[in-house]
């Protein structure tokens, strides 16, 4: 039984090193014969339940391979498939060899994980003592080739790209959008102030985001609340009652501020977390200052993008994150509307929906077709979303899109999508936490004699139908990185 799995294992290596290699006719007739004739085996004795039973996750981070166990069984690895300095597929016993390292333990029960690190080599699949092969996604092998051959990843976002709502625009595929057409919401919201100078305020908010421009070291502001009695807002000299002007709903948006705030950098998703307001306290000068509000007498209609988007790095990485966010209040499942508030016994429904992609093309990294064959994408972005009932309550609709795009003809030649069931698996709906993640894609590259740009897309799909579909959410875009591959 033992020389059995042995071989179950060989075989599936052989899988893996046929994906990583060009090898001759003969080797791989050889490679394929073994194979059928294995498999003619295994189709003559019973699969153990054993076997059925062992699952394995796999992925990276940085260079280290790590493994959650997802299975019913103990999970013993012996083997580790790595690819070295030189981009040749080795096998390594763990138990015998030093060269990789597992902690806590190659041993992984259900339900626990495990991490893998290799002396100048990256792991990326493992065997186990059941004779299981399990392997890294596919779309990350070349990724993994492109790093060990030392092709610098080009940044098409990242660092100082944006660092205001209004740099947003050159990179906007359509920049009307801004001021309208963007958003289709239930409690429509309308410019009140476009101002700058000196503001003071003391506030009950919903959800506060704070970021800091790197440029120069001032900070952005995005604060999403309702009009309260006690309220106290200040811009410019001029006080504002935003219990009479904003008695449903408000975004009040602060660009380059400096002066005193009791917030600190990052999300505050008071109303989230405590199903209550917290409070927002600042006094100093701001460069931009836009407020946007709503009262009992607000309608559905349609908005512009602006209130909907917070440039600044809200972790203090000197990486700027741009956020689209459709949230403003509440949590909710299938048995109600996500995002709704009860103001004066009625109940009030706050559902935003984008009508026109947020899509940015970044015609700064421009790609020639008749140099480039193929090329990796690489993102790291966040998700969240206010549905605790997940996959249950919402389809499973296209969120971000990103691919090549043809600035001729206004459209992607080639593109990857992540939808709302990919997204979903990481993020915590209450407590609030966001949790980066990093996605590499495989693009290729057509031999048209164009130039084409990378481009991404950015939406919420969905707009109540019943009490389902009903999600908000808040989308942070960090970085962007392309390592391209010559013909």
């Avoid at 959650?68 to 138990?95: K, L, T």
């Avoid at 048209?448 to 999600?471: K, M, S």
Wanted: glycine share 8%.
């Amino acid at each position: 039984m033992i020389i059995t799995k042995m071989k179950k294992g060989v075989s599936e290596v052989v899988g893996v090193s046929i994906a990583f290699a060009i090898i001759s006719i003969a080797m791989l007739y050889i490679l394929l014969s073994f194979f059928s004739s294995l498999t003619a085996l295994q189709q003559s004795i019973p699969i153990p339940t054993y076997y059925v039973n062992e699952k394995l996750v796999l992925y990276l981070i940085g260079d280290n391979l790590n493994m959650r166990n997802i299975g019913s069984i103990v999970s013993h690895v012996i083997y580790v498939v790595a690819v070295d300095q030189y981009q040749n597929r080795i096998v390594i016993d763990i138990e015998r060899s030093s060269q990789c390292s597992t902690y806590p333990s190659n041993t992984v029960p259900p339900g626990g994980s495990a991490s893998i690190v290799c002396r100048n080599a990256i792991p990326i699949a493992v065997i186990t003592k059941n004779g299981r092969v399990f392997t890294l996604d596919p779309q990350l092998y070349a990724l993994i080739i492109e790093r060990t051959t030392a092709i610098p990843i080009v940044t098409v976002y990242g660092g100082f790209t944006l660092t205001s709502t209004s740099g947003l625009i050159k990179f906007l595929e359509n920049p009307s959008i801004m001021m309208g057409g963007a958003v289709n919401t239930s409690k429509r919201l309308t410019l009140l102030v476009d101002s700058s100078g000196s503001i003071s305020a003391n506030l009950n908010v919903a959800l506060v985001i704070v970021g800091r421009n790197p440029a120069n070291n001032k900070l952005n502001i995005l604060a999403i609340g309702r009009g309260k009695t006690g309220d106290q807002l200040n811009i410019g000299g001029s006080s504002i009652n935003l219990a009479n002007v904003a008695s449903h709903r408000y975004r009040l948006k602060i660009e380059n501020f400096t002066g005193i705030i009791n917030l600190g950098l990052g999300i505050h998703a008071c109303y989230i977390n405590k199903t209550s307001m917290c409070t927002l306290s600042l006094n100093g000068q701001a460069d931009r200052i836009l407020l946007y509000n709503s009262t009992d007498r607000a309608r559905s209609g349609t908005v512009g993008l602006e209130p909907y988007v917070f440039i600044g790095d809200i972790d203090g990485n000197d990486n700027v994150e741009m956020i689209f966010v459709t949230q403003d209040f509440s949590y909710g499942g299938g048995s109600n509307v996500n995002d709704r508030l009860t103001i004066d016994l009625s109940t009030v429904y706050y559902i935003d929906s984008s009508i026109t992609p947020l899509r940015l093309v970044f015609h700064q990294v421009p790609i020639d077709s008749n140099k480039y064959s193929s090329a990796i994408l690489s993102v790291r972005m966040f998700f969240w979303d206010n549905s605790i009932d997940d996959i249950s309550n919402n389809d499973n609709r296209v969120i971000v899109r990103v691919g090549l795009y043809d600035n001729t003809t206004k459209t992607f030649i080639y593109s990857v999508y992540l939808s709302y069931y990919e997204l979903c698996r990481y993020r915590h709906v209450t407590p609030f936490s966001i949790s980066y993640i990093t996605k590499d894609f495989t693009i290729y590259i057509p031999n048209t004699g164009r130039r084409y740009y990378v481009a991404i897309e950015i939406l919420d799909p969905f707009h109540l139908e019943g009490n389902r579909n009903d999600a908000d959410l808040i989308i942070g875009l960090e970085y962007i990185g392309i390592a391209l591959s010559n013909r």
